[in-house]
């Protein structure tokens, strides 16, 4: 659990700053990703599978290598059951 905390943590350090508006969007998309993956203690691999994609593309999209389309962006909204705008919201302490 510690470990997990501190993974959130890490993750909601990284957005911060001023960026262009779609490097934002890339930006606070891969950070939620990070987020509410590790708030569900889920793998990429365990996300991958219940999204229906590649657990290296769920890599490459939190890394910033690949930019997700939108049916990608839903898909993984909805694996992490959540709404899609909050994958693009600031992440709040």
């Known amino acids: 659990m510690a470990s997990k905390k501190k993974t959130i ?15 934002e969007a890339q930006k606070l ?3 939620n990703l990070r987020l509410h993956r590790a708030k569900l203690g889920l793998s990429q ?6 999204c229906k994609i ?14 997700p389309s939108i ?11 959540v709404p899609i705008k909050s994958m693009f919201e600031e992440v709040k302490e």
């Open 54 to 67: 590649s657990n290296e593309m769920v890599s490459l999209v939190e890394s910033l290598a690949r930019t």
């Open 9 to 23: 943590k890490k993750v909601k350090a990284k957005v911060t700053g001023e960026r262009s508006a779609p490097m």
């Open 45 to 50: 691999l365990d996300l991958a599978e219940k």
């Open 71 to 81: 049916e990608m962006v839903s898909r993984i909204a909805k694996g992490l059951n």
């Open 29 to 31: 998309f891969a950070a």
